[in-house]
């Protein structure tokens, strides 16, 4: 927001310097992004009064006038069709300089001699305008004075100010913390108005057809008023800011915008049909065109002003093409209302329309200052455009909005600082940003909260308040600290943390991923189970991800455009879920995948640089779990829709699924335009961490040898190894160790539809060394077991 330095002035008393209000400002909070000065180096511009103004003899659309300016008489020559007698006016003399740099001197035009220049605003740069002279008012400047730089130079604030802080888009909220700042006191101009008999409640009614929307509307009628150009201090003042003036009715409508932070619009009361106002919900698809000739197409979450057959304005946001004031208007009604934050940034959003005033509204005005700027408006309509004002002022307000109420304990003040602050400090702070005391003991305050303060809404928040007036520097650094030496374990980060540790260990690097994702996220799972953003940004960002697996497969194509494509990655991400009439299911997943070689070597090893399979990564899952002490789980096959079906797996854990692993499908490889073989693995983090054994117990090492016992049988080609180790470690007795396959074999020798399975069983006593005739029986029961269950016969 746009400060100028000559209003704030208007309000408050203070000896800062420019540099140092920034620095102060910026220390309370209000981020001062940039100063610049709003200046135009004239000089010796003199105002003069226009006593003669004849036609030129050379020229039909030339005048020659002849020009008071005090000591002297000067003659100019003119083209500009506002030029009057008597008009008090300002004048470029010999020496003179323009706002953009041009020195005047005497020149001779169709052989007249033109002493100087009458000028226009352009000319002065007190605005765009070069539509005729800049006529003065006598009121306000004499004849042979120079023409006022202050009306030219200022000092403009850029202040970032935080979409919190509504009550700070004016300039009496700037200067309200400016008074707290310097201890002085705000000076609010009070409204003075001299109403006519004629009641206002005669006028104009009030419907507001949807109270939540649109809690408070407040109107006023003046009636006679001349539309003119605004006063020069008024043109300043909004220049300043960079708003345009276009007459004095809406100037001053803008003008007490800035002012007070709450916006107000005009309609031209004769064009308002049935002399009522309805505030409504649009109708779905409903036409309207806006004060910029656009129409627009509105929804029934859209509110709308209407008169008794026709929309007027779009609610917080831009009045109407149909209503607005020109220079024929003769009575208005000025609106001053409060509506919903909420329904005013959507519909500025989804129409991509933002103004002054929808940027406050959305932010959150102040209800209870309807009044105040509706009066302040009608106060300056009755001096600056001879408006009659009608009594009374037509207040629709169904439920009040009233001032919350905080308590504030002096204690809690020294126990978050760490330090105590005066309790003369503190009130004084608190009554400055008028914050009434309504109770106070010696323990604690009860303060009133002004709904111009939206964002108190709890003791911490008014401690926030106290600490940025009082001063972040005036806070000592304490060399101290208190830590509780209990300390509660936090189980499902700290497996995070070892989850993390582990694929580090294994030469992983991790992965942080966007959960937003695109269509082609979602459509590569086939899955319609998704949570879609209502207002995305961008259709890369449309939806939440139900997986991790296509935002990791986004990082493997970046890093092989770039030819990196041996990769290591895992992730710890969230995936969503939809749930009707309710918030998404959320989930987090461990993620892991591999491609490209096994491990890089050097190039003259190439025997050794073979390509990452199928039996790493089941390795790598493995290895986590013997990480975590997880042995309850099975690994089956299953069909998923992004893997391929002879390598598509499913996770057990306790008979749960929990995950799925396996090859990329080559549907999904050319999706993301890949070439490589890719592994991956996700499971359910939830799952992972109960499964995970947390309560170990030591166990002693046998001191006797192991028993190693190899066996090759023949099986159907499907039936899984790993079904066949896990029968064996079933029925292997309390001696069977362990169990482990080191060979497949298909080719000469096995049957079609066959293959050779080689084991290495383990047996193993902790009490003493086992003999022959121990081991044998075991190992006939286990073969004759894999006849009976797999059919299985040995491989002579």
């Not at 020659?64 to 300002?90: L, M, Y």
């Not at 200052?369 to 004002?389: D, E, H, P």
């Not at 999904?668 to 996700?682: F, G, P, T």
């Amino acid at each position: 927001m746009k400060v100028s330095l000559n209003w704030l002035k208007k309000y408050i008393d203070f000896e800062y310097s420019p540099s140092q209000l920034a620095e102060n400002l910026t220390l309370a909070g209000l981020e001062v992004e940039n100063t610049y000065t709003s200046s135009h180096d004239i000089k010796n511009i003199i105002v003069g009064e226009i006593t003669q103004v004849d036609n030129h003899p050379n020229a039909d659309k030339l005048l020659v006038c002849k020009v008071n300016i005090g000591k002297d008489k000067v003659s100019v020559i003119c083209g500009a069709k506002n030029v009057k007698e008597k008009q008090r006016v300002p004048v470029a003399v010999k020496g003179s300089v323009l706002a953009n740099g041009t020195v005047i001197k005497n020149t001779k035009i169709r052989g007249v001699v033109s002493e100087g220049m009458i000028c226009s605003e352009r000319e002065l740069g007190v605005s765009d305008n070069h539509d005729g002279i800049m006529v003065l008012p006598k009121s306000e400047y004499e004849i042979g004075e120079e023409f006022k730089k202050d009306s030219c130079t200022d000092i403009i604030y850029n202040i970032d100010v935080t979409p919190n802080r509504p009550d700070c888009l004016s300039h009496l909220g700037v200067a309200r913390e400016i008074g707290v700042i310097s201890n002085t006191k705000l000076h609010r101009p009070e409204p003075i108005l001299k109403e006519s008999k004629n009641s206002v409640h005669s006028s104009i009614k009030i419907h507001i057809h949807d109270p939540k929307a649109c809690p408070r509307y407040s109107a006023r009628v003046v009636r006679d008023v001349v539309i003119k150009d605004s006063p020069q201090w008024i043109k300043d003042h909004l220049r300043s800011v960079d708003i345009r003036s276009i007459n004095n009715v809406v100037d001053i409508t803008n003008f007490v915008l800035m002012e007070t932070g709450h916006p107000l619009h005009a309609f031209d009361y004769d064009l308002i049909e049935g002399q009522e106002i309805n505030v409504r919900k649009a109708s779905q698809s409903e036409k309207f065109v806006t004060l910029d000739n656009i129409e627009r197409s509105l929804t029934d979450n859209d509110l709308l002003i209407c008169d008794g057959n026709k929309s007027v304005a779009l609610a917080g946001i831009m009045g109407g093409y149909n209503s607005e004031i020109s220079n024929n208007t003769k009575n208005i009604l000025i609106e001053s209302a409060y509506f919903d934050p909420l329904t005013i940034r959507k519909t500025s959003k989804r129409l991509a329309l933002f103004t002054e005033s929808s940027q406050r509204f959305e932010r959150g005005a102040d209800p209870n200052n309807t009044i105040y700027a509706l009066n302040r408006a009608a106060q300056l309509l009755q001096k600056y455009a001879q408006g009659t004002v009608e009594k009374d002022i037509v207040d629709v307000y169904p439920q009040e909005i009233k001032c919350r109420e905080i308590k504030l304990r002096f204690s809690r003040i020294h126990q978050i600082i760490g330090q105590e602050i005066p309790k003369n400090n503190i009130i004084k702070i608190l009554k400055g940003l008028e914050l009434t005391v309504i109770e106070k003991t010696k323990d604690y305050m009860v303060l009133k909260i002004p709904t111009f303060r939206p964002d108190l809404q709890r003791e911490s928040d008014l401690i926030e308040e106290i600490v940025r007036h009082y001063g972040y520097n005036n806070i000592v650094s304490n060399m101290y600290s208190s830590i509780y030496l209990n300390y509660q374990k936090d189980v499902y980060n700290d497996s995070i943390k070892s989850v993390k540790d582990f694929f580090v260990g294994q030469g992983f690097f991790e992965v942080i991923s966007n959960t937003l994702v695109s269509d082609k996220h979602i459509e590569a799972l086939n899955n319609n189970n998704v949570v879609q953003i209502e207002n995305p940004l961008s259709p890369e960002t449309a939806y939440l991800r139900n997986s991790c697996i296509p935002s990791l497969l986004d990082t493997i194509q970046w890093n092989s455009n770039r030819s990196i494509n041996d990769l290591r990655l895992f992730e710890i991400g969230r995936k969503f879920f939809n749930r009707q009439h309710s918030l998404p299911d959320e989930k987090t997943d461990i993620v892991c995948a591999i491609t490209g070689v096994k491990k890089r070597v050097p190039l003259w090893n190439d025997e050794k640089n073979k390509n990452v399979n199928f039996f790493q990564l089941k390795g790598f899952l493995e290895a986590l779990f013997n990480y975590f002490h997880i042995d309850n789980y099975a690994i089956k096959r299953c069909k998923t829709p992004f893997f391929e079906n002879e390598c598509s797996f499913g996770i057990y854990m306790t008979k749960k699924i929990s995950g799925y692993m396996g090859k990329i499908s080559p549907r999904i490889q050319e999706q993301w335009e890949l070439k490589q073989d890719i592994y991956i693995y996700e499971i359910d983090l939830e799952d992972f961490i109960s499964n995970s054994n947390k309560d170990l117990m030591y166990s002693k090492i046998a001191k006797f040898p192991l028993i190693n016992r190899d066996l090759s049988v023949i099986i159907d080609e499907n039936i899984l190894s790993g079904d066949l180790t896990e029968y064996i470690k079933k029925t292997g007795g309390k001696y069977l160790n362990q169990v482990d396959i080191f060979d497949v074999y298909r080719g000469k020798g096995i049957p079609d539809g066959k293959k050779s399975i080689t084991l290495n069983l383990k047996f193993l006593s902790k009490d003493k060394t086992l003999t022959e005739n121990e081991i044998n029986p075991i190992f006939k029961k286990i073969i004759k077991s894999l006849e009976q269950k797999f059919s299985a016969s040995l491989r002579s």
